[in-house]
């Protein structure tokens, strides 16, 4: 199986840019459509964005669109999530997840439970 270790979060200010990194290793990378989720304090982890095998698709949640882009390198086993003008609301703990599902975004709309592999989670604070 697939194993995920996320980097890159932080401390930023309101409308401030984040970019985080996820590895993967232990398995074929392009095996996966890959996402991030997060988790705020006292609420439930949430879908934030997702990709397909090879980046054909991806999916958005509403309170991310136009604001945050997700990507991966095939060649490098990593996916990235570029979150642009940051709000506080955006503070929360984020993982990578991964999900072989070939479903996913293309027929599926997928959530946070479509993902079956996690990370240990990156925390990113968002000052007013």
């Known amino acids: 199986q697939v194993q995920l270790v996320e980097s890159g979060g932080g401390l930023v200010q309101g409308g401030g840019s984040l970019r985080l990194s996820c590895a993967a290793s232990?398995?074929?990378?392009?095996?996966?459509?890959m996402a991030w989720l997060r988790q705020a304090p006292g609420k439930e982890r949430e879908l934030v964005a997702g990709i397909t095998f090879s980046s054909e698709k991806s999916y958005y949640a509403d309170f991310v669109k136009g604001r945050f882009t997700i990507s991966r390198d095939n060649a490098k086993n990593m996916v990235y999530l570029q979150m642009n003008d940051l709000k506080p609301e955006d503070t929360a703990v984020y993982y990578c997840a991964a999900s072989k599902n070939v479903l996913l975004i293309v027929i599926q709309t997928p959530t946070a439970r479509s993902y079956d592999y996690w990370g240990q989670g990156t925390q990113v604070t968002v000052s007013k």
């Open positions: 232990g398995d074929r990378f392009t095996d996966y459509q």
